[in-house]
């Protein structure tokens, strides 16, 4: 009996060392090609850790967020800012948890992106701000428009995440992924294997892109070190977005929220226009449009229909 312990307890320590080796080599190696360069831009000291963003152009400041997801960051606006910078002070953040961005071992919740957001445009930006915002970010920068009037001029979304999956509440079940995610080690391990190169790809292939060919070498990669930079603590983002900690109900701030709402969608994914047309149940003047050929991430598949259509607003 012994024996078959003294075995488990030898087996358990060696697969234990071998999946903390293969977190040191990921780690390693996920930041080698230097993607995500700091120089570029600034940090603002926040209350849970500092967040890089980068600045912009002159003109009426427009304040961009990408889409809630530990391998994306401000990258996400890449080709869409060199055209907004030509009328606009274009800032573009990488959201605590993300890219260049701190990522501390905190539960991550809709009122605290809320938080970040508010606090960014009163303290960095300073005066009123247009917004563009992508997939589940849409959440809480209607949120943090409804809770304060004085923050947001124009607000835009790209593909907003369905009404009904942001009244997914945590649950015990959903709780207990979320700490499992946290461990320090087998944690990180799934983690990382939730997080590889051809998961990336996969991510691109059948959400982000509508074209295949149109997939870049240099974007994965700029996604994948996202994912793994600050030696993968962008699973404390992942478990707490896993749990449901980052949904919330955004129907009562839809009907309350007076700015100007412009919904872009994808006019080949049936799913974007039935979630369109259900913001539009709760709010009747959302402007909307559609973009063909194209996916989850317009911006960077087609930036000059996107930039197109953006600036079709304004007039």
């Avoid at 948890?97 to 905190?106: F, I, V």
């Avoid at 990180?188 to 190169?197: D, G, L, R, S, V």
């Avoid at 240099?218 to 449901?244: M, P």
Wanted: hydrophobic share 35%.
């Amino acid at each position: 009996m012994k024996k078959n312990i003294r075995h488990f307890l030898l087996l358990t320590a060696l697969a234990t060392g071998c999946i903390y080796g293969i977190n040191k080599v990921i780690n390693a190696t996920s930041g080698l090609k230097k993607m995500l360069d700091t120089n570029t831009g600034h940090f603002f000291e926040w209350r849970y850790g500092n967040i890089f963003y980068t600045r912009h152009g002159e003109g009426s400041p427009i304040l961009l967020i990408h889409d809630l997801h530990p391998a994306s960051s401000s990258y996400e606006w890449n080709r869409l800012i060199k055209k907004l910078e030509k009328d606009h002070t274009v800032y573009a953040i990488d959201l605590l948890g993300c890219g260049r961005s701190d990522k501390p071992n905190l539960t991550y919740t809709n009122y605290m992106f809320v938080q970040l957001i508010t606090d960014f445009v009163k303290k960095i930006i300073g005066i009123k701000t247009d917004v563009i915002a992508t997939g589940d970010s849409c959440s809480f920068t209607l949120m943090a428009a409804n809770m304060d009037n004085s923050i947001f001029d124009k607000i835009f979304f790209i593909s907003p995440s369905s009404l009904e999956a942001l009244q997914s509440n945590p649950t015990k079940q959903r709780n207990l992924v979320k700490k499992l995610i946290e461990l320090p080690i087998i944690g990180t391990f799934f983690y990382n294997m939730q997080m590889t190169e051809d998961k990336i790809t996969d991510l691109f292939e059948n959400e982000y892109f509508n074209k295949k060919s149109f997939i870049s070498g240099k974007t994965k990669d700029y996604y994948y070190e996202s994912a793994h930079k600050c030696c993968s603590n962008g699973k404390f983002l992942y478990g707490s977005i896993l749990g449901n900690y980052t949904n919330i109900s955004i129907i009562p701030a839809l009907k309350r929220v007076e700015n100007d709402i412009f919904i872009i969608g994808s006019r080949d994914n049936e799913n974007s226009i039935r979630i369109i047309d259900s913001y539009l149940k709760y709010d009747e003047n959302i402007q909307t449009a559609y973009i063909s050929k194209c996916s989850k991430l317009p911006q960077l598949e087609d930036p000059e229909k996107t930039y197109d259509i953006i600036r079709m607003f304004y007039e």
